[in-house]
T-cell receptor, first 111, second 114 residues
Framework: RKEVEQDPGPFNVPEGATVAFNCTYSNSASQSFFWYRQDCRKEPKLLMSVYSSGNEDGRFTAQLNRASQYISLLIRDSKLSDSATYLCVVRRGGSARQLTFGSGTQLTVLP | EPEVTQTPSHQVTQMGQEVILRCVPISNHLYFYWYRQILGQKVEFLVSFYNNEISEKSEIFDDQFSVERPDGSNFTLKIRSTKLEDSAMYFC????????????FGEGSRLTVL
């Protein structure tokens, strides 16, 4: 089983739509959770951290369910500029705290 | 805004040649990483480096790979004898430390092995 699994998509949605991405992780020792955004042939950039209580940043809402080992990202009122690949990322404990990336979910927002 | 810089942006090499990819992490950061992404695939961890030594490495990071921080600012990844399957985008990243330190990525070095 992959350590981090995501639906690869692609998701093609009209501007203004609400879209949700899901992710599951297999290692119960995972401690921190993130959504990264990656534009085509660019580096990953942190979109937001994900907390157990759920957190919101503008049009973006992230949720974490530790019992189910499940992470979600909701994008409301999607913009053309939201088109990118969204990467679910987990971090285990330990001194290095290296990140494990999911394969990403591709989103295209259509005019 | 401080940033991680990488050189070269693109390198083409012949199979069997040695390649050195260079990175300048953010100046006050303590942890340094190399990740790679084969075209169309996920970002994969290679190695982490702290206090002038490797702290963790993946199974991808075999004897052909090495890392070095030769002068306190540069952080290099060397591939001793490149193979076709080493063709990928290589991302350097750094973070300041602490439990919640964000990982900052460089723009990547694209390696093409012919």
């Amino acid at each position: 089983r992959k350590e981090v699994e995501q639906d690869p998509g692609p998701f093609n949605v009209p501007e203004g739509a609400t879209v949700a991405f899901n992710c599951t992780y297999s290692n119960s020792a995972s401690q921190s959770f993130f959504w990264y955004r990656q534009d085509c042939r660019k580096e990953p950039k942190l979109l937001m951290s994900v907390y157990s209580s759920g957190n919101e940043d503008g049009r973006f809402t992230a949720q974490l369910n530790r019992a189910s080992q499940y992470i979600s990202l909701l994008i409301r009122d999607s913009k053309l500029s939201d088109s990118a690949t969204y990467l679910c990322v987990v971090r285990r404990g330990g001194s290095a705290r290296q990140l494990t990336f999911g394969s990403g979910t591709q989103l295209t927002v259509l005019p | 805004e401080p940033e991680v810089t990488q050189t070269p942006s693109h390198q083409v090499t012949q199979m069997g040649q040695e390649v050195i990819l260079r990175c300048v992490p953010i100046s006050n950061h303590l942890y340094f990483y190399w990740y790679r992404q084969i075209l169309g695939q996920k970002v994969e961890f290679l190695v982490s480096f702290y206090n002038n030594e490797i702290s963790e490495k993946s199974e991808i990071f075999d004897d052909q790979f090495s890392v070095e921080r030769p002068d306190g600012s540069n952080f290099t990844l060397k591939i001793r004898s490149t193979k076709l399957e080493d063709s990928a985008m290589y991302f350097c990243a750094s973070r300041a430390g602490g439990d919640t330190g964000e990982l900052f990525f460089g723009e990547g070095s694209r390696l093409t092995v012919l």
